[in-house]
C-alpha cells in the first residue's frame, strides 16, 4: 500500500503566499510523476502542476509564474510553492502520484487541502 499525505493549506489573505507538502510512504518502488490538482466548488478537478522523475515540470495557464513545484526525491515528497494567491486560487488541493509499487504502475491521490485565499 502507498499513502500521500498533505500538509500546508490554510487561509490566506490575497497576494499572500502557501507552501503545500505532500509525502509519499509505503511500498514504493519508484516514483514516476507527483503533481497537484484542484478543485473549487461546482467545478471540475483541474491539474495546477506536475513533476516528472527526471524534474520535467508543467503549470496550469492559471499558475505560471505564481506557483513553484518542487521535489525531494530522496524523501518522496513534492511541494508547491504559491505566490501571489487569488481568490480564484481558493479549492481543496489533491496531491497526485504515478508510483511503480514492484511491477505495477499505479495512480494514488492525497486526501485533500482546503486552500482559502480571502481578505
Known amino acids: 500500500q502507498v499513502q500521500l499525505v498533505e500538509s500546508g493549506g490554510g487561509l490566506v489573505q490575497p497576494g499572500g503566499s502557501l507552501r503545500l507538502s505532500c509525502a509519499a510512504s509505503?511500498?514504493?518502488?519508484?516514483?514516476?510523476?507527483m503533481g497537484w490538482y484542484r478543485q473549487a466548488p461546482g467545478k471540475q478537478r483541474e491539474l495546477v502542476a506536475s513533476i516528472t522523475s527526471g524534474t520535467t515540470t508543467n503549470y496550469a495557464e492559471s499558475v505560471k509564474g505564481r506557483f513553484t513545484i518542487s521535489r525531494d526525491i530522496a524523501k518522496n515528497t513534492v511541494y508547491l510553492q504559491m505566490n501571489s494567491l487569488k481568490p480564484e486560487d481558493t479549492a481543496v488541493y489533491y496531491c497526485?502520484?504515478?508510483?511503480?509499487?514492484?511491477?505495477?504502475?499505479?495512480?494514488?491521490w492525497g486526501q485533500g487541502t482546503q486552500v482559502t485565499v480571502s481578505s
Open positions: 497526485n502520484a504515478l508510483i511503480y509499487s514492484g511491477s505495477i504502475l499505479r495512480d494514488y
Open positions: 509505503g511500498s514504493i518502488f519508484s516514483i514516476q510523476q
